[in-house]
């Protein structure tokens, strides 16, 4: 039953670091203005994959990839494919907060900035719908000359997340987004994701098995570089197929 | 036990202020030795007047001239070079034998004494290139002479900058280059630019290497080609050449203050920079 072709494909995809097998024929689809959780043990190679859908892991050494990921049908690992492009069309929220030591204003206008957007107008508008869209606005309109860094853990986050908003993305790849964040601050993160996920494709890697299952529509279970299982949330939750998932998501081991 | 361990303490701590208050204490004197003699001589005569009879009489004014000239000169080429070479060594190539290379390079020229950049400087840009005691030449020297400062600690501040920095400019679809200009080298400025002060105290302070290739004339420069006197080789050619100790000292006093002043300056500077990103 196919209803909506996939966003973002990972056909096959082998990863090595030098001589050790991160990634295993890994072949996951993943759908069009759905949340899709990764989840499963530290060093499984969730993050990698996740790495591997805009082209992160090309800035390690020693990297070796083969099989396809296909982004609206085309494969990004094809030679000749434009990265920048790609980037713009696939970002990343990282694990911690990272916003540059530069005031709000520029953290949000980095990245039109760099795909040549000069007219201070338009700057100025995309900033203000980047912030609103993480409900920043309201908070820092006054405080655009403020530096970034100064803003608390959870702003910054936001701030991160209007930052990659304003090169008007795709895809959103999210590496453990809350993973330094508090409780309540994890739970605002997550209404944001709910909201976003109305206008862009989302991909998040996590650790903690409640967020996925709180939050995603689909979810993949690796272990030791393979994809043991994708499904619907649901059905990873309350009934596995594989015994190793159920292991897993029953917290037996992890 | 425990009263042994009380006891190195106690000698830790004395031995280590003792130390520390020997050296700030030799700094100041050193200082306060050149300001006593130095300020009492400084008039605004002084500063602004041209010297009579090779410095007894007269002002140092175009010696100070003669000194923005060749330090100024000398930093507006290392600085670019060095930055850059700094840049392409930790951002543009993998660590290999031709890295190390240069990185080797730049410690040996870190630790050759002036002297001999000046011998270099007056056989190569002097003679052989014809440029004659000059403020180019003398400017092309202590570049050369300062470079491995300026890209070391360059280097080791943009390595300083966060990965994740490079990993988000990336993300966002940014340019190696761009990354380069609008991120590391923001985060670096701060290191960069003590770098770069450091190199600029040290060519106002160079003797060796000017004597040689600036020359020692006592005239207001008019093009990059005139030979010029600068401050510390001044200081040397009144007090060597007993000329007037006075004036010595006060040219000395003056070496000393805009130094001083060049520091203060930058680190005033540097803090309102860090001031305003964090």
Redesign the interface.
């Known amino acids: 039953m196919m209803t909506v072709p996939s966003k973002l494909q990972s056909v096959n995809l082998n990863l090595w670091y030098g001589a050790f097998w991160a990634l295993k024929g890994v072949s996951m689809a993943i759908r069009p203005q759905a949340i899709t959780a990764i989840i499963g043990p530290s060093g499984c190679g969730k993050s990698t994959l996740l790495r591997c859908f805009?082209r992160?892991n090309d800035?390690t050494?020693s990297v070796r990839t083969d099989g396809q990921v296909l982004l609206d049908g085309q494969d990004i690992y094809a030679s000749g494919y434009e990265?920048?492009?790609?980037?713009?069309r696939v970002?990343?929220v990282?694990q911690?907060p990272?916003p540059?030591?530069?005031?709000v204003f520029d953290n949000v206008a980095?990245?039109p900035?760099?795909?040549g957007v000069r007219d201070r107008r338009t700057l100025e508008r995309i900033v203000e719908s980047s912030l609103k869209a993480t409900a920043l606005w309201e908070a820092l309109q006054n405080r655009l000359d403020r530096?970034a860094?100064?803003l608390s853990a959870e702003q910054q986050q936001r701030l991160?997340i209007s930052?990659?908003l304003a090169?008007e993305p795709e895809v959103l790849l999210m590496d453990e987004p809350c993973s330094a964040l508090d409780p309540v601050a994890t739970q605002h993160i997550e209404e944001l994701m709910r909201e976003l996920m109305q206008r862009y494709t989302i991909v998040i890697v996590t650790h903690n098995m409640q967020q996925a299952a709180r939050i995603s529509d689909e979810t993949g279970f690796m272990l030791l570089g393979e994809l043991v299982e994708f499904g619907t949330t649901k059905t990873i939750f309350t009934n596995p197929r594989d015994k190793r998932t159920e292991e897993y998501v029953t917290g037996r081991y992890g | 036990m425990r009263p042994i361990a009380v006891h190195t303490q106690r000698i830790a701590t004395t031995v280590l202020w003792t130390l520390a208050g020997l050296t700030i204490g030799v700094l100041l004197f050193i200082i306060g030795f050149v300001l006593v003699r130095g300020l009492p001589h400084i008039t605004l005569e002084f500063l602004t007047a041209a010297p009579r009879s090779m410095g007894r009489e007269g002002g140092v004014f175009p010696i100070i001239v003669g000194t923005i000239c060749v330090a100024g000169l000398a930093i507006l080429i290392a600085g670019p070079v060095g930055v850059l070479t700094a840049i392409y060594l930790t951002e543009y190539t993998r660590p290999s034998r031709l890295t190390a290379v240069i990185r080797f390079g730049a410690d040996c020229l870190a630790g050759i004494p002036s002297i001999i950049f000046g011998l270099f400087g007056f056989v190569f840009f002097v003679i052989r290139l014809g440029m004659g005691p000059s403020i180019l030449a003398g400017a092309l020297t202590l570049s050369l002479m300062v470079l491995p400062t300026i890209i070391r600690t360059s280097e080791e501040a943009i390595r300083a900058v966060p990965l994740s920095y490079r990993d988000v400019s990336y993300g966002l679809g940014s340019t190696r280059w761009q990354m380069v200009m609008r991120v590391v080298i923001r985060s670096a400025l701060p290191g960069i630019g003590t770098g770069i002060i450091l190199s600029l105290g040290r060519s106002i302070s160079e003797t060796a290497a000017v004597m040689l290739t600036a020359g020692s004339a006592l005239n207001l420069p008019r093009s990059a080609y005139d030979s010029v006197r600068t401050l510390a080789l001044h200081f040397y050619i009144l007090s060597r050449e007993g000329i007037s100790m006075e004036k010595a000292y006060a040219t000395a006093a003056v070496l000393v203050l805009s130094i001083l002043g060049i520091n203060l300056l930058a680190y005033w500077i540097m803090r309102r920079f860090i001031a305003r990103v964090t």
């Open positions: 805009n992160m800035l050494r990265l920048t492009r790609l980037r713009k970002g990343m990282f911690r990272n540059f030591p530069l005031n980095y990245g900035r760099v795909h530096p860094l100064a991160c930052r990659l090169v």
